[in-house]
């Protein structure tokens, strides 16, 4: 099966890493830079749930924590779930102004179906960033 490019996506903000994984752990931090409801138990094998923002469904599972560095998931919409799977990747570096967030979405479907996913993908990644860093403003400088 071929798949599509993944998505990247980048961001730096003032902000130490130990304080932007508390923005990615707690349930409601993380609802509040997401733009819907979020549940997620933060370890290996944990189960969530995400409400986007137009109220489409996903479920998750957590494929790997390295607290305050790295956090990744698999998750799918709940309407078409062996459809429109992708990996998220979330990875923290710490930076001489704070902390480098880095996003990769990884579409785990075929080329067909994975187009329409992957023209929707990166602009949801540009948003999330811009309300996480607005979440905290003016705290937060983010730069690109």
Excluded: N
């Amino acid at each position: 099966m071929k798949t599509t490019p993944p998505v990247h996506r980048s961001v730096e903000v003032e902000a130490s890493p130990d304080e932007v994984w508390e923005l990615l752990v707690d349930d409601d931090q993380r609802a509040a830079w997401f733009g819907g409801e979020t549940t997620l138990d933060v370890e290996p094998d944990g189960a969530g749930e995400f409400t986007d923002p137009d109220g489409t469904r996903r479920s998750a599972v957590v494929e790997d924590v390295e607290p305050g560095r790295r956090l990744s998931w698999t998750w799918w919409t709940d309407d078409d779930p062996d459809g429109d799977r992708s990996r998220v990747d979330v990875d923290l570096t710490p930076t001489p102004a704070g902390t480098r967030i880095s996003v990769t979405e990884t579409p785990l479907v075929s080329t067909a179906r994975a187009s329409t996913m992957a023209s929707v993908a990166g602009p949801l990644l540009d948003l999330e960033f811009r309300i996480l860093c607005r979440a905290h403003a003016p705290a937060l400088t983010c730069r690109r």
